[in-house]
Protein backbone atom coordinates (compact mmCIF):
# COMPACT_ATOMS: atom_id res chain seq x y z
CA UNK A 1 0.00 0.00 0.00
CA UNK A 2 1.22 3.51 -1.06
CA UNK A 3 0.84 6.74 0.54
CA UNK A 4 1.66 10.04 -1.01
CA UNK A 5 0.61 12.69 1.17
CA UNK A 6 -1.87 12.97 3.86
CA UNK A 7 -5.14 13.36 1.32
CA UNK A 8 -4.40 10.68 -0.46
CA UNK A 9 -6.27 7.70 -0.39
CA UNK A 10 -4.79 4.23 -0.17
CA UNK A 11 -6.59 1.76 -2.43
CA UNK A 12 -5.88 -1.73 -1.02
CA UNK A 13 -6.60 -4.37 -3.76
CA UNK A 14 -6.64 -7.87 -3.21
CA UNK A 15 -5.54 -10.57 -5.25
CA UNK A 16 -8.41 -12.95 -6.54
CA UNK A 17 -8.71 -16.61 -5.05
CA UNK A 18 -8.01 -19.63 -6.16
CA UNK A 19 -11.22 -20.78 -6.82
CA UNK A 20 -12.25 -17.42 -8.68
CA UNK A 21 -9.50 -17.64 -10.87
CA UNK A 22 -10.79 -21.34 -11.64
CA UNK A 23 -14.30 -20.28 -12.33
CA UNK A 24 -12.98 -16.89 -14.52
CA UNK A 25 -11.15 -19.64 -16.48
CA UNK A 26 -13.66 -21.57 -16.94
CA UNK A 27 -16.34 -18.97 -18.33
CA UNK A 28 -13.24 -17.82 -20.29
CA UNK A 29 -13.12 -21.43 -21.69
CA UNK A 30 -17.03 -21.40 -22.70
CA UNK A 31 -16.63 -18.60 -24.30
CA UNK A 32 -13.41 -18.51 -26.44
CA UNK A 33 -14.06 -21.69 -27.04
CA UNK A 34 -17.64 -21.42 -29.06
CA UNK A 35 -19.07 -23.64 -26.48
CA UNK A 36 -23.10 -23.71 -26.35
CA UNK A 37 -25.80 -24.72 -24.12
CA UNK A 38 -25.65 -28.30 -24.23
CA UNK A 39 -22.35 -28.29 -24.46
CA UNK A 40 -20.44 -30.61 -21.86
CA UNK A 41 -17.35 -29.07 -20.27
CA UNK A 42 -14.37 -31.47 -20.02
CA UNK A 43 -13.98 -33.16 -17.19
CA UNK A 44 -12.74 -32.43 -13.57
CA UNK A 45 -9.75 -34.14 -13.93
CA UNK A 46 -8.65 -32.67 -17.75
CA UNK A 47 -9.95 -28.86 -15.67
CA UNK A 48 -7.27 -29.88 -13.01
CA UNK A 49 -4.88 -30.59 -15.65
CA UNK A 50 -5.44 -27.56 -17.98
CA UNK A 51 -5.64 -25.13 -14.84
CA UNK A 52 -2.80 -27.11 -12.67
CA UNK A 53 -5.41 -26.76 -9.97
CA UNK A 54 -6.41 -29.00 -7.18
CA UNK A 55 -9.69 -30.93 -7.59
CA UNK A 56 -11.19 -29.22 -4.03
CA UNK A 57 -10.51 -25.91 -6.03
CA UNK A 58 -11.86 -27.05 -9.31
CA UNK A 59 -15.20 -28.53 -7.43
CA UNK A 60 -15.82 -25.26 -5.75
CA UNK A 61 -15.67 -23.26 -9.02
CA UNK A 62 -17.99 -25.70 -10.19
CA UNK A 63 -20.15 -25.31 -7.50
CA UNK A 64 -20.39 -21.73 -8.10
CA UNK A 65 -21.16 -21.95 -11.73
CA UNK A 66 -23.66 -24.07 -10.90
CA UNK A 67 -25.14 -21.62 -8.34
CA UNK A 68 -24.78 -18.72 -10.96
CA UNK A 69 -27.02 -21.05 -13.61
CA UNK A 70 -24.42 -21.73 -16.06
CA UNK A 71 -23.54 -25.71 -15.25
CA UNK A 72 -25.82 -28.75 -14.41
CA UNK A 73 -23.54 -31.02 -12.71
CA UNK A 74 -24.68 -34.81 -12.92
CA UNK A 75 -23.40 -38.28 -12.03
CA UNK A 76 -21.69 -40.27 -14.82
CA UNK A 77 -22.08 -37.05 -17.38
CA UNK A 78 -20.11 -34.57 -15.97
CA UNK A 79 -20.57 -30.53 -16.17
CA UNK A 80 -22.69 -29.48 -19.17
CA UNK A 81 -23.29 -25.53 -19.70
CA UNK A 82 -26.94 -24.41 -19.24
CA UNK A 83 -28.61 -21.17 -18.69
CA UNK A 84 -30.51 -20.47 -15.68
CA UNK A 85 -28.81 -17.10 -14.55
CA UNK A 86 -32.26 -15.62 -15.22
CA UNK A 87 -33.65 -17.82 -12.80
CA UNK A 88 -31.50 -17.55 -10.50
CA UNK A 89 -32.29 -14.24 -9.93
CA UNK A 90 -35.89 -14.53 -9.67
CA UNK A 91 -35.11 -17.00 -7.11
CA UNK A 92 -33.08 -14.20 -5.60
CA UNK A 93 -35.30 -11.53 -5.48
CA UNK A 94 -38.18 -13.82 -4.37
CA UNK A 95 -36.44 -14.67 -1.48
CA UNK A 96 -35.22 -11.20 -0.17
CA UNK A 97 -39.24 -10.39 -0.65
CA UNK A 98 -40.86 -12.38 1.88
CA UNK A 99 -42.69 -9.48 3.17
CA UNK A 100 -44.15 -6.18 1.91
CA UNK A 101 -44.67 -2.96 3.69
CA UNK A 102 -46.23 -0.04 2.51
CA UNK A 103 -42.76 1.53 1.88
CA UNK A 104 -41.87 -1.12 -0.28
CA UNK A 105 -45.50 -1.09 -1.93
CA UNK A 106 -44.60 2.36 -2.41
CA UNK A 107 -40.92 1.55 -4.00
CA UNK A 108 -41.99 -1.24 -6.20
CA UNK A 109 -45.56 0.37 -7.19
CA UNK A 110 -43.56 3.91 -7.54
CA UNK A 111 -40.91 1.83 -10.19
CA UNK A 112 -43.42 0.32 -11.98
CA UNK A 113 -44.99 3.68 -12.49
CA UNK A 114 -41.87 5.44 -13.91
CA UNK A 115 -41.99 2.04 -16.23
CA UNK A 116 -45.83 1.80 -17.27
CA UNK A 117 -47.02 5.59 -16.88
CA UNK A 118 -44.46 7.72 -17.50
CA UNK A 119 -43.55 5.85 -21.08
CA UNK A 120 -46.98 6.89 -21.93
CA UNK A 121 -46.03 8.88 -25.02
CA UNK A 122 -43.44 5.66 -25.99
CA UNK A 123 -46.10 3.27 -25.50
CA UNK A 124 -48.46 5.27 -27.97
CA UNK A 125 -46.18 5.60 -30.70
CA UNK A 126 -45.72 1.70 -31.05
CA UNK A 127 -48.55 -0.17 -29.86
CA UNK A 128 -51.28 -1.12 -32.52
CA UNK A 129 -53.84 -3.48 -32.98
CA UNK A 130 -52.58 -6.29 -32.17
CA UNK A 131 -51.46 -4.82 -29.42
CA UNK A 132 -54.84 -3.96 -27.73
CA UNK A 133 -56.48 -7.10 -29.11
CA UNK A 134 -54.31 -9.13 -26.93
CA UNK A 135 -54.48 -6.92 -23.99
CA UNK A 136 -58.56 -7.24 -24.24
CA UNK A 137 -58.14 -10.99 -24.50
CA UNK A 138 -56.19 -11.47 -21.34
CA UNK A 139 -58.43 -8.83 -19.53
CA UNK A 140 -61.43 -10.90 -20.67
CA UNK A 141 -60.09 -13.55 -18.40
CA UNK A 142 -60.52 -11.89 -15.62
CA UNK A 143 -64.34 -12.58 -15.68
CA UNK A 144 -64.36 -16.58 -15.60
CA UNK A 145 -61.69 -16.58 -12.76
CA UNK A 146 -61.89 -19.61 -9.67
CA UNK A 147 -59.39 -18.78 -7.65
CA UNK A 148 -57.24 -15.32 -6.26
CA UNK A 149 -53.74 -16.69 -7.54
CA UNK A 150 -55.74 -17.36 -10.80
CA UNK A 151 -56.76 -13.83 -11.13
CA UNK A 152 -53.08 -12.41 -9.87
CA UNK A 153 -51.64 -14.29 -12.84
CA UNK A 154 -53.66 -13.03 -15.54
CA UNK A 155 -53.41 -9.43 -13.80
CA UNK A 156 -49.66 -9.67 -14.28
CA UNK A 157 -49.65 -10.98 -17.43
CA UNK A 158 -51.93 -8.09 -18.31
CA UNK A 159 -48.92 -5.83 -17.44
CA UNK A 160 -46.22 -7.88 -18.72
CA UNK A 161 -48.01 -7.46 -22.23
CA UNK A 162 -48.70 -4.01 -21.66
CA UNK A 163 -44.92 -3.19 -21.24
CA UNK A 164 -44.07 -5.36 -24.18
CA UNK A 165 -45.49 -2.55 -26.11
CA UNK A 166 -41.78 -0.39 -25.16
CA UNK A 167 -40.00 -3.35 -27.26
CA UNK A 168 -37.00 -3.13 -24.42
CA UNK A 169 -35.78 -6.42 -23.51
CA UNK A 170 -34.59 -5.26 -20.80
CA UNK A 171 -37.67 -3.69 -19.18
CA UNK A 172 -39.19 -7.21 -20.24
CA UNK A 173 -36.80 -9.32 -17.98
CA UNK A 174 -37.10 -6.70 -14.84
CA UNK A 175 -40.92 -7.06 -14.48
CA UNK A 176 -39.93 -11.21 -14.91
CA UNK A 177 -37.75 -10.91 -12.53
CA UNK A 178 -40.25 -8.90 -10.06
CA UNK A 179 -42.90 -11.28 -10.52
CA UNK A 180 -42.87 -12.85 -6.90
CA UNK A 181 -43.33 -9.37 -5.41
CA UNK A 182 -46.23 -7.89 -8.13
CA UNK A 183 -47.66 -11.12 -7.73
CA UNK A 184 -48.19 -10.45 -3.73
CA UNK A 185 -48.51 -7.30 -4.24
CA UNK A 186 -51.62 -7.82 -6.04
CA UNK A 187 -53.50 -10.63 -4.18
CA UNK A 188 -53.18 -8.61 -1.03
CA UNK A 189 -56.71 -7.51 0.24
CA UNK A 190 -57.98 -9.27 -3.18
CA UNK A 191 -60.88 -10.95 -3.69
CA UNK A 192 -62.11 -12.90 -6.63
CA UNK A 193 -65.12 -9.95 -7.07
CA UNK A 194 -62.42 -7.72 -6.90
CA UNK A 195 -60.84 -8.87 -9.90
CA UNK A 196 -64.03 -10.39 -11.89
CA UNK A 197 -65.28 -6.72 -11.64
CA UNK A 198 -62.90 -3.89 -10.54
CA UNK A 199 -59.34 -5.12 -11.84
CA UNK A 200 -61.33 -5.58 -14.81
CA UNK A 201 -62.82 -2.43 -15.26
CA UNK A 202 -59.59 -0.68 -14.59
CA UNK A 203 -57.59 -2.69 -17.08
CA UNK A 204 -60.41 -1.74 -19.39
CA UNK A 205 -60.19 2.06 -19.08
CA UNK A 206 -56.29 1.90 -19.58
CA UNK A 207 -57.50 -0.49 -22.71
CA UNK A 208 -59.81 2.15 -23.90
CA UNK A 209 -57.60 5.29 -23.03
CA UNK A 210 -54.71 3.76 -25.49
CA UNK A 211 -57.21 3.31 -28.11
CA UNK A 212 -58.04 6.71 -27.95
CA UNK A 213 -54.76 7.80 -27.69
CA UNK A 214 -55.83 10.00 -24.43
CA UNK A 215 -53.27 10.78 -22.71
CA UNK A 216 -54.42 11.74 -19.43
CA UNK A 217 -56.89 9.43 -19.55
CA UNK A 218 -54.32 6.60 -19.72
CA UNK A 219 -51.80 7.80 -16.88
CA UNK A 220 -54.65 8.49 -14.35
CA UNK A 221 -56.22 5.01 -14.96
CA UNK A 222 -53.04 3.24 -14.86
CA UNK A 223 -51.61 5.25 -11.50
CA UNK A 224 -54.78 4.75 -10.44
CA UNK A 225 -54.83 0.89 -10.65
CA UNK A 226 -51.20 1.09 -9.57
CA UNK A 227 -51.89 2.43 -6.23
CA UNK A 228 -54.94 0.96 -5.34
CA UNK A 229 -54.74 -1.41 -2.52
CA UNK A 230 -51.59 0.82 -0.62
CA UNK A 231 -53.97 0.73 2.58
CA UNK A 232 -53.67 -2.99 2.57
CA UNK A 233 -50.23 -3.04 3.50
CA UNK A 234 -48.80 -2.73 6.94
CA UNK A 235 -47.13 0.75 8.22
CA UNK A 236 -43.15 0.15 9.20
CA UNK A 237 -43.19 2.47 12.22
CA UNK A 238 -46.55 0.47 12.90
CA UNK A 239 -44.40 -2.56 12.73
CA UNK A 240 -41.66 -1.29 15.16
CA UNK A 241 -44.02 0.22 17.62
Do not use: W
Not at 10 to 16: G, H, L, N
Amino acid sequence: MKVDGPDSIAVIRTAPSAVDVIVANIRNLISDGGLRVGDSLPTERELCERFQASRNTVREAMRILKAYGMVTVRPKVGATIIDDRMERVFDLFSFNTLEISRKSFTDIQGFRSLIEVVSVDHIFDNVGPEDTAALREINGRLRHVHTIPEASEIDFQFHLRLISVLNNRAVHDVYRMMKPVIIRIIEKGKSRQDFAEGTYSQHLAIIEAIEARNRISYQYALQFHLQLGFNNFDDPGEESA
